[in-house]
Structures are given as structure tokens and as C-alpha cells.
């Protein structure tokens, strides 16, 4: 009972020391969002109102003030390009995905496994190979730096990994729902939107999430095929080193304010993240 006590102290040590190590950057960005420039530099300090008097100027400069106009622009781009390709992607990718489950392909000698793993091996390929190409692509269709061109450059990066993910999730739809619908007289696509969308509801909100993560995050494709009108948040967190010195406490408040969107939705969207695809349904 004591050695269990012990091994038991041990395992919640070890977790509150990981937990720490890997909170801290976060509280660290949290407490250099609230402090004056004259606090930054004089050293480290990390406890507001003991080693710093916390402020919100660097929060007044960027929702009221001078920097109000230069992260307002990326922000929307943000949101209207990680909402909109990954909206874009769960659609196309659900409905590949369903077909790929459901129905037999034939390309030559290719089956449907042989077809899915092609479409999943192009989410192999580093995004840096394809980067130069896609510039070249979207500059003769005029879509460099715009908004439609980079939602259309995510949404082709992030579909490989929507199509492998529902095809999981949809495998483990018992058929015989789908063949009771036939039966009564429903078609393929109403079965589709009325059956199986409604019970892989937790499997879309989580390919929703991962999509929307790297969509939201990515930073090489941004930074290859936006300049200026299209230029999204971790872009111009990035500049922030080059246009001038950096400013710490503004640069907190910016990469705070670039996290807060992904983290309310996923806050959200919680309660339909489950682990049984089902939900008890079908057992």
C-alpha cells in the first residue's frame, strides 16, 4: 500500500513538473503582454504586481490605437482562410471519403485501398517542394497574394488528411443503416446528409479541428505566396522582427490574440468530440 502511495506521488510529480515545463512558455507570453517596455528590459520578472506593475497598453495599441490597422487586416484573412478551406475541405473531403467507403473503384488495376493511400501519400510530400510551383500557378491565374487563392492552396493541402480521416469514421457505420434506408426508398445522397452526417458528427467536428489547426498555423505556403493584401497572422508576428526591434510586449499581445480564435472554437465544439464514433448507436 505504501510502495502504490509512493509510485503514485512519483507519477503526479513527474505530470506537474511536465505540466509546468509546457505552460510556462503561455503564462510567459500572458504576463509580457501586460507589461511596459522600461519592465521588459530590465530583466526577467514573471509575477504582476510583485516584480511588475502590469499595464494594458500594448492591448490599447493594438484593438484602439496605432496598431489597430496593422493586425486587423491579417486577422480577417486569417479567419476567412483557415474558416473557409477547411470548411471547404470536410465538404469535399467527406463526401471522397463516403465514396471511397461505400462504393467499388476501379482505375485500372487500382482498388479503393490503392486509390485512398495515393491521395493520403500527398500529404507526404513537404509543402517547400510544391512552393515555387504553386507561385508560378497562382500568378498566371492571378490569384497571388488574395484571400480565394491561399483558401484554394490549403484546401488541396489539407483534403488528403480530411478524405483519411472520415474514411476511418465512416468505416465504422454498420452498413445495414444505409441498407434499411434503400430499402424504404431513400436515395444515396439522402441517406448521405440524413444518416451517416448526422452520426459521424463527431468525426467531422475533429477533421474540422485538425484542418482548421494547420490552416490557421501554416506559415511556409503564406509566406511563399502572400505579400501584402493576403498576409495572414503568423506572417505578421514574423515581420515583426524585421520592421524593427522587437517589441515583446506588443508581439505577446499579437500571438495571444492569434491563439484566442482556435481555442474558442475548439472550446465550442468540445462537447461533440467523443471517442465512440457512435455514441453507443449500433451496439
Known sequence: MRARGI????????????????????????IASFKEPLAVSQGATFLPWVDFQPTLSAW???????????????????????LGSTLLVVIVGAMAAYGLTRFQVRAGPLGNQDVLFWIVSQRMMPPIVTGLALFLMLR??????????????????????????????????????????????????????????????????ATFLFCLVFAWNEFLLALILTFSEARTMPILIASQ????????????????????PVVLITIGLQRYLVTNVLGGFGR
Open 60 to 82: 490599447r495599441a493594438i484593438l484602439f490605437g496605432i496598431e489597430k490597422e496593422t493586425v486587423g487586416r491579417p486577422l480577417a484573412n486569417s479567419v476567412i482562410i483557415g
Open 140 to 205: 498566371v491565374v492571378g490569384l497571388t497574394d488574395t484571400r480565394a487563392g491561399m483558401v484554394l492552396v490549403y484546401t488541396a493541402f489539407n483534403l488528403p488528411l480530411a478524405v483519411w480521416l472520415m474514411h476511418n469514421f465512416f468505416k465504422q457505420i454498420p452498413p445495414s443503416l444505409e441498407e434499411a434506408a434503400l430499402t424504404d426508398g431513400a436515395s444515396r445522397a439522402q441517406i448521405l446528409w440524413r444518416i451517416v452526417l448526422p452520426v459521424s458528427t463527431p468525426g467531422l467536428v
Open 7 to 30: 509510485r503514485l506521488g512519483l507519477i503526479y510529480a513527474a505530470l506537474s513538473a511536465w505540466g509546468l515545463f509546457a505552460l510556462f512558455p503561455l503564462y510567459w507570453t500572458v
Open 241 to 260: 522582427h524585421t520592421q524593427r526591434a522587437i517589441e515583446w510586449w506588443s508581439l505577446s499581445a499579437m500571438s495571444l490574440i492569434t491563439i484566442l
